[in-house]
């Protein structure tokens, strides 16, 4: 590559949309052949040369991502005062014959992997052409779609004829001026051998990487192993202390690297014991800047054997994946252990930062196998519903490990223990990002396929595709919607006998056995008042809702077991108007509002019985319902007239097309259960962040269009909905307003429109897709947003959780860097975008550079040096500060930006160089 300067411009060719061959060129493409399109880009400079080629993509609306080489630098030189010098882009389809369907060969150009065949064995699809003024003025970022020029001689393959006609397509391409890391990044794209260190420049690493294990040379592991295995063979697992009398086991995967000798063998008890102390090092993950997740892995117990080496000692290998957010990380293997103990020692710790205060952390527990065609076989997976947690509590969790959290049936496959702890920079802010900023949709990459079946069963469980038919799946979706309308039932019955007969409801006196029917009352007054009003059936639905609301907070709070409560409507309200207890000394009488541990078999006994109680209730309406049944049929069978001869009608012979069939009947199923789910999640505070925030909305609504004159505003809504829609003038606006050509054009504007939209959104999911391939891996994962499954995972009776007012110290010696990507022409993290604007990008200013003129006046330059300091000001913002302060950058904003030290801004001109792969 060149030597750039300060001067350069990084472009990217983003793609083209609606190519079409000329009709006219006598160079046919059969019209089905069309759809397969094998196109490129070559750059040319005003004196023809080529100074960039962009790789072959297929299809008519191609889009080129960094991959297929879509980015390149332009340098600049001054070579005089003249700005008539050019740049133009030419759009080229490789032809393929009709008899054959094979391609023409390809000639590489300058060593470089972009392609140039000979005239004959190309074509033309259009081209654009930029004066180097309009590439100046529009140096900012920002997308620009030009359409694609033809010339009019039908036999030309160049752009270079004056008479030029529109080809139909359109090409879109950005500018904006580059910085040393831009060049640093193209330098290691052209570099096969060197897209290992592409994630160290575009993240800025400053710690060593933590590996994820499956992601390791099986090839290293089988050479650690076989050590391990020889010295296992000669050594025992365990010996026996003659001193104290005790077995001891060898301490898996190894000892403690400060104290060798003495941690290689130890007591059971004293392995369990250690397992508790404070983690020793711990890995740094993900991007966010709301606060901190501190997860540490502890123990599984009681696990499965997956191995089949039983009667030799060969047992489980277990480990942990963990996914949480835009991050993925892994404990060590332990070898041969149905209920392993991960110590202090170990990678088991993990600091994961928060991009949003509800995300849900997926855990998964595998045995480990070795082999390309071995997947790692998975045990159980755990939700750890994060929104219910309180922070700068320490909690310590045990959960039963499942499959699936979607069957009906669900055996648990032995248990894990977790210790974690949430700090949180600004508890305020955390909360009002709940509701100003939607869940961001997040994907991981990895680069191995074991590992990504790995990442996808810890976020999904074992049937992690439910679009395909499975018959355990659809029984399943079947067994569930009649689940909702049995609960549903009892909700609705539970309600009415409740309102109608007054009965206890809310504790307001603090007597837990006289509570007062505080929502009969309000029922009671809302109905009456109703009555009289009934145009105020609008406001009063809001409020409805919202006390529905609370009245399932109400239930679930009463629950006899802590691990089913949620965060109450009270410490939320506190922490919005900054009254919560971390901001003020409470007064003796209010310090039970401050988070209380909670101790192991808390409520144990009262818990087992409210449950035994509702299970009761479903077994006696079951057998009800079989009676019921029962007595149906003796019925029908008794009274039974039909002595016609019954006819043998064999088995059930099912078309070949049932299983796309029932796919779709299966979808339509999982869609009405999903719906359910999340109807679920928020009616019954699984997530009792967002359900706390529908809760004030309704509430809000419901208060302020109470104030509303809602008798003039239903009177008049109906009188212009009647006498402007359904009068007879409405025929003469049918027939003079509205003909058949006029509705055909605005369906087709408002096509265009969504297409544009979806193709915006496409071209940037592809091209951050592209730079997370090359930095991570090419198998992608989306990590659900929400939870919505149909089993929750609740922690264990024997859990408990004790406040953590000081934040012990973190001790961190590994990080695995977050996927969260940001940006256009080359993707980077948060913590990268925010550190190119402080150290590499050079000094931005405002110009007021216009097409085609090259002088500036006094003032403006005065005003150019001072939005230059307000740019500078704006690009130095912390780390920590939220996304909101990045993206009023000046080049996010779209203004145009241009270096201080551009001398050619007073008319000298420029010629392009090729910088990039020629």
Not at 48 to 60: P, R
Not at 653 to 659: C, K, R, T
Request: some cysteine.
């Amino acid at each position: 590559m060149a030597n750039t300067t300060d001067d350069s411009i990084l472009c990217e060719i983003v793609g083209a949309q609606k190519l079409t061959i000329n009709n006219a060129s006598g160079l046919l493409l059969d019209p089905i052949k069309e759809e397969k399109l094998h196109t490129y880009c070559l750059v040319r400079n005003d004196t023809g040369k080529i100074v960039h080629t962009t790789k072959v993509v297929s299809g008519k609306n191609p889009i080129w991502t960094a991959t297929s080489k879509s980015l390149f630098l332009l340098t600049e030189s001054r070579i005089g005062r003249s700005l008539s010098s050019k740049l133009t882009v030419e759009v080229y389809a490789l032809k393929t014959y009709n008899n054959n369907n094979s391609m023409m060969m390809l000639h590489k150009i300058g060593g470089g992997d972009g392609f140039n065949p000979e005239p004959s064995n190309q074509i033309l699809l259009g081209s654009i052409q930029l004066e180097k003024s309009a590439i100046l003025s529009r140096c900012n970022g920002e997308r620009m779609e030009l359409p694609l020029l033809l010339p009019q001689s039908s036999n030309s393959c160049s752009s270079d004829s004056e008479t030029t006609t529109n080809s139909g397509g359109s090409l879109a391409i950005r500018f904006r001026m580059a910085n040393p890391s831009d060049a640093r990044i193209l330098e290691l794209l052209e570099q096969p051998t060197e897209k290992k260190f592409l994630l160290q420049e575009i993240i800025h690493i400053d710690q060593p990487l933590a590996k994820l294990v499956t992601e390791t040379s099986e090839s290293k592991i089988v050479r650690s192993g076989l050590c391990s295995m020889v010295n296992h063979i000669f050594t025992a697992s365990t010996v026996y202390d003659t001193t104290s009398y005790r077995e001891l086991k060898r301490v898996k995967p190894h000892p403690d690297p400060q104290q060798p000798e003495m941690t290689e063998f130890l007591p059971g008890i004293e392995i369990r014991k250690r397992t508790y102390e404070p983690s020793q090092s711990w890995v740094k993950a993900g991007s966010g800047q709301l606060g901190r997740l501190f997860v540490e892995v502890l123990a599984c117990h009681n696990l499965p054997n997956m191995d089949l080496g039983e009667a030799v000692g060969d047992y489980t290998d277990p480990f942990v994946c963990l996914v949480y957010e835009d991050t993925v990380a892994m404990t060590d293997v332990i070898d041969d252990e149905l209920s392993p103990h991960w110590l202090p020692w170990t990678q088991r710790a993990f600091s994961f930062g928060m991009m949003h205060p509800a995300s849900t952390l997926y855990i998964g527990v595998f045995d480990f196998d070795l082999g390309q065609g071995n997947d790692h076989d998975p045990i159980g997976r755990v939700a750890v519903n994060l929104s219910n947690l309180h922070h700068d509590m320490e909690y310590t969790l045990q959960y039963n490990l499942y499959p699936s959290a979607n069957v009906t049936d669900r055996t648990a496959n032995g248990s894990i223990t977790l210790r974690l702890r949430m700090e949180c920079y600004n508890e305020k802010a955390a909360l009002l990002s709940a509701v100003l900023s939607p869940r961001p949709k997040i994907n991981v990459n990895v680069r191995k396929k074991k590992t990504f079946r790995v990442v996808r069963y810890t976020c999904f469980g074992e049937y992690d595709n439910e679009e395909s038919f499975d018959f355990t799946v659809t029984r399943s979706y079947i067994n569930e919607i009649l689940e909702y309308k049995q609960q549903l039932s009892y909700v609705i019955q539970d309600s009415l006998l409740s309102l109608m007969f007054w009965r206890g409801q809310v504790d307001l006196l603090g007597d837990e056995k006289n509570k007062v029917p505080l929502y009969s009352f309000l029922f009671f007054v809302s109905a009456c008042h109703l009555i009289e009003k009934p145009h105020l059936i609008i406001p009063f639905t809001l409020l409805s809702i919202s006390l529905m609301m609370m009245a399932n907070f109400t239930v679930r709070s009463e629950h006899p077991s802590p691990w089913h409560r949620c965060r109450s409507i009270r410490e939320q309200v506190d922490i919005l108007t900054n009254n919560h207890w971390k901001n003020n000394s409470l007064p003796p009488e209010e310090e039970k509002i401050r988070p209380q541990g909670i101790r192991a078999y808390e409520g144990e006994k009262e818990a087992q019985a409210y449950e035994k109680a509702i299970r009761d209730r479903q077994e006696q309406d079951l057998v009800r319902a079989e009676k019921l049944a029962e007595l149906q049929e003796e019925l029908n069978s008794y009274g039974d007239d039909n002595i016609a001869t019954e006819v043998n009608k064999g088995g059930l012979i099912i078309p070949a097309d049932l299983h796309a069939r029932l796919s779709g009947w299966q979808g339509i199923l999982g869609g009405i259960c999903r719906f359910f789910r999340f109807i679920r999640l928020v009616a019954l505070w699984e997530e009792s962040i967002l359900s706390f925030w529908v809760t004030v909305a309704f509430f809000a609504s419901g208060v302020l269009t109470m104030m509303l004159p809602w008798r003039f505003i239903l009177l008049w809504t109906g009188r212009c909905i009647v006498w402007g829609m359904f009068g007879p003038h409405m025929k003469l606006v049918d027939f003079f307003m509205i003909p058949e050509e006029g509705k055909e054009k605005v369906l087709i504007k408002n096509a265009d429109r969504l297409f544009q939209e979806a193709r915006l959104r496409r071209e940037e999911a592809v091209k951050v897709q592209d730079i997370k391939a090359l930095a991570f891996g090419k198998y992608s994962v989306q990590v659900p947003s929400f939870n919505v499954a149909r089993h929750f995972d609740r922690p264990l009776a024997h859990s408990f959780a004790k406040p953590c007012l000081e934040r012990p110290a973190v001790q961190v010696a590994r990080m695995i860097p977050g996927q969260q990507f940001y940006g256009t022409m080359i993707p980077r993290p948060e913590e990268g975008v925010v550190l190119e604007g402080d150290e590499t990008l050079p000094p931005m200013h405002h110009s007021p550079l216009m097409e085609g003129d090259g002088t500036s006046t006094e003032n403006e330059a005065k005003t150019n040096v001072e939005t230059e300091d307000t740019s500078q000001t704006i690009a130095t913002v912390t780390i920590g500060s939220t996304n909101l302060e990045r993206r009023t950058s000046m080049m996010d904003m779209g203004m145009e930006v241009m270096p201080k030290n551009v001398d050619f801004l007073e008319g000298e001109g420029m010629e392009i160089v090729a910088t990039g792969s020629t």
